[in-house]
């Protein structure tokens, strides 16, 4: 059996490491596994890329190509939009690869236009790293039900205006992708699960649901002080990290509803005892002011660097209006660190509330802060970091994820 792993990158983003760790746990259960990506940056020999001077600025040209259409649309939904009418590389040229099965991840970016996807004529897998296989071009809804009722002219959401961008590109997959015949759907999260059986385009599909998997035992729990007077971190605080790519202007990452909650934890007597570290940005010219003495520990840190930091705080915040299954709060429950999140999306697949976290009322930025706090003041933390790293070992290990898909792989092979 030959699994030939799709996927723009290899590396960067949370998909492209999900996909690329997917790929290398198949090969540990012996099975022939090889990966196509649009941009590669491991040094990994079964992971193909462009080779060729041009090759490489074809990949790069991609992106801008095929976001073009994007200009003649306006909308309050500022959330990524793919067109998908460009790509980067040809369903033959993937064919010629003679894969048994393909396995679909995050191909967006100029490197499969939904026309070539409909090429593909082999059995495929397709995870669902967010919701544009399902919508239109936006890859969140924020708040939309288009994709349940179908793009039309009567359902525009408020604000948006010029070209119907979602419309187009739906209507493209309805007409390419209704007569794919061996395609089985996989999804992180079970609320992603719900959506795409909810959708036009795949309310008939096959609908599987597997957790993310990640290396545990990299991610694992440390001791709190030692890793904190190796990073040079106060052991006499309660921390507390933050964090996401562009995590203060991402209205879908909710750092404006954070920022709420801290002005409200920032008045409370023991808010001088309390510390904030925020990952994945450098400190920016104008710091915003958290109501804490902030430290930014920067993007593009390696697993190591980010396990480290996951185990010397005393909880992670993910305060997303919107999120399928987010790496960040399974790597920080595998460290042991519990996670404050908003009860949405996938975060009910990972935290349970008062046992390895707080899941708090949508957007209710009080119980948000009242969650942080009732961590923070914990006597039973230690149970909630147990409670969070056995979640993790009986779910969401590489092993059992690789399993799962060996499962589904050969339920679909016969």
């Not at 590389?89 to 003679?98: L, R, W």
């Not at 408020?158 to 395609?183: H, M, P, Q, T, Y």
Request: glycine letters at 8%; proline letters at 4%.
């Amino acid at each position: 059996m030959k699994i030939l792993t799709l996927s723009t990158h290899d590396s960067l983003g949370g998909a492209a490491r999900s996909a690329h760790n997917l790929y290398g746990s198949l090969k540990d259960l012996g099975i022939n596994s090889e990966m196509l990506v649009s941009t590669k940056a491991t040094a990994d020999y079964g992971v193909r890329g462009p080779e060729t001077t041009m090759g490489k600025v074809r990949s790069k040209l991609a992106w801008h190509i095929d976001a073009l259409p994007n200009r003649f649309l306006s909308s309050q939904n500022k959330n990524l939009h793919s067109s998908a009418w460009f790509s980067n590389v040809k369903a033959n040229e993937i064919m010629k690869m003679n894969p048994d099965i393909i396995h679909i991840h995050w191909v967006q970016g100029g490197f499969l236009s939904i026309n070539t996807i409909s090429k593909l004529n082999k059995p495929i897998v397709w995870t669902f790293h967010d919701m544009w296989p399902f919508s239109g071009a936006e890859h969140y809804s924020d708040g939309s039900k288009r994709y349940k009722d179908g793009y039309n002219n009567n359902n525009r959401p408020d604000g948006e205006s010029g070209f119907d961008l979602n419309r187009w590109v739906w209507k493209r997959k309805i007409k390419a992708w209704s007569n794919i015949e061996n395609l089985t759907i996989v999804t992180p999260s079970k609320w992603m699960a719900q959506c795409a059986s909810e959708s036009v385009l795949f309310k008939d599909r096959r609908i599987e649901v597997v957790p993310v998997g990640l290396n545990h035992d990299l991610y694992r729990p440390r001791n709190k002080n030692s890793i904190r007077e190796i990073l040079g971190m106060p052991l006499d605080k309660k921390l507390i990290l933050i964090g996401a790519m562009n995590f203060l202007n991402d209205k879908r990452k909710g750092g404006h509803l954070l920022k709420k909650a801290f002005d409200t934890l920032s008045k409370s007597d023991s808010s001088e005892n309390v510390e904030v570290y925020v990952l994945g940005i450098s400190a920016p010219r104008d710091e915003e002011n958290f109501g804490f003495k902030t430290h930014y520990y920067g993007a593009n840190r390696d697993d190591l660097s980010l396990a480290l930091l996951y185990s010397a705080v005393d909880v992670f915040v993910a305060p997303s209006v919107e999120e399928n299954f987010a790496g960040t709060v399974f790597e920080s429950l595998s460290c042991g660190t519990p996670v404050v999140a908003f009860d949405i999306g996938g975060m009910p697949d990972m935290i349970t509330h008062r046992q390895n976290g707080y899941l708090a009322e949508p957007f209710n930025t009080d119980d948000l802060a009242a969650g942080i706090q009732w961590i923070l003041d914990s006597d039973s933390w230690q149970l909630l970091s147990k409670n969070a790293r056995a979640f993790v070992e009986s779910e969401c290990t590489l092993e059992i994820q690789a399993n799962r898909y060996n499962e589904i792989y050969q339920s679909i092979l016969g």
